[in-house]
């Protein structure tokens, strides 16, 4: 069966994956990966104990999401991938809006 939805709803979907996204993080070993990659540049020295702190709970936060909110996001994300079109940044958009209006 294929979902049959507006071209609002899937904006509105697209929307709340995107925000979703923003608040489970990364996974938890995406999480780890940045962490040492940032650390492996600066150096562990250099992180003060509030910033181990902030990280610290940030990883405690990224593992308390559950698989299955993890799982629906991928999966509803797979309902968007064919009417997604390419993100474009600011400048890119400034400039199509002028092009138009030309």
């Given amino acids: ?3 049959r939805l507006t071209q609002a709803e899937l904006n509105h979907l697209r929307r709340l994956l995107g925000w979703v996204r923003c608040e489970i993080g990364p996974s938890p070993e995406e999480h780890k990966a940045i962490v040492g990659n940032i650390l492996d540049k600066i150096g562990p020295d ?3 104990d509030a910033g181990r702190a902030r990280l610290v709970d940030a990883h405690r936060r990224i593992e308390s999401v559950p698989g299955y909110v993890r799982a629906a996001v991928e999966s509803l994300s797979k309902v968007l ?4 079109g390419r993100t474009l940044d600011s400048d890119q958009a400034a400039l199509i809006v002028e092009i138009k209006h030309e």
């Fill in 1 to 3: 069966m294929t979902p």
């Fill in 46 to 48: 250099e992180v003060s």
């Fill in 81 to 84: 991938e064919p009417h997604v």
